[in-house]
């Protein structure tokens, strides 16, 4: 859980120098309240010993906060932190217990609540001036409403500045320090790469096939790898220990269901983005295929 912080702090950090003290209050409100939360929990009701130590709660929380807008008001994301602790975890009986990942139950429960306070991309006034800083829809945004003309008049942005873009919430400011995240754990040995290439790879497969089939109405794969919570849900959600498979090929059958999913959603449904819907989606799969799939015991031939 160290690690994963560790791995998410460059993204958060620019967050908050671009964004300001509204990202910094989203921060304090959201990692506060997840261990408060955690804490009151298994001392008043559980009546067993705190958990807080692990961390847990703070990652759950820090992964919240990076899911949503920076304008988001205080007491939404204490309500968010609530789901995510109190009802998504703590209710199945804690950290290894959970069947669906905490913080994006949260999310797409305060997505489907407060949609209007989820989709306020407003950009406020921040420590450093990010002149590339996008404020109002972002670029699903924009597709989502207007298709590839939207995109088209607001000039369809090169690859290499969608790579270092900078809007949304603090997990799609910028796909260089998420995958610089990810390279820590791969070499932390934290994660394993198979759900998060399998992810990256059905969604450059689904959007290519899409964008040759018509380039005037489906995004191209470039696209949609590098803008939205593709990179944040493939290496830091997807890969959650407790809701993701424990065997190899159920976890490459795992991250197929969720870029097929995702981009189903993205391509054909009412909302910009599907990351959070996929994953949450395949997070019911997942018993299934610790059943159907094993990995090979040791000593076993």
Sequence with gaps: ??????????????SVLVYGWSELLVLAVGITSCVLLEWAITKWMLRKPSTIGDLSAAVTGLLLVMNVPSSTPWWIVVIGSIVAIGIAKMSFGGIGQNIFNPAITARVFLLVSFPRQLTDWSVSQGFIHATDAISGATLLGVYGEGGMEALTAIG???NHKMFMDIGGSAGEISAALLLLGFIYLLIRKVVKPWIPLSIIGTVFVVSTIFYFVNPEVYTGPVFNLLTGGVLLGAFFMATDYV???MSTLGGVIYGIGIGVILMMIRYFGSYPEGVSFAILIMNCFVPL?????????????
Excluded: C
Excluded at 1 to 14: G, N
């Design 1 to 14: 859980m160290r690690d994963v912080l560790i791995a998410l702090a460059p993204a958060e950090i620019l």
């Design 156 to 158: 369809y942005p090169e």
């Design 243 to 245: 809701t993701s498979p």
């Design 289 to 301: 295929f610790n059943r159907w799939f094993h990995q090979k015991k040791f000593g076993r031939a």
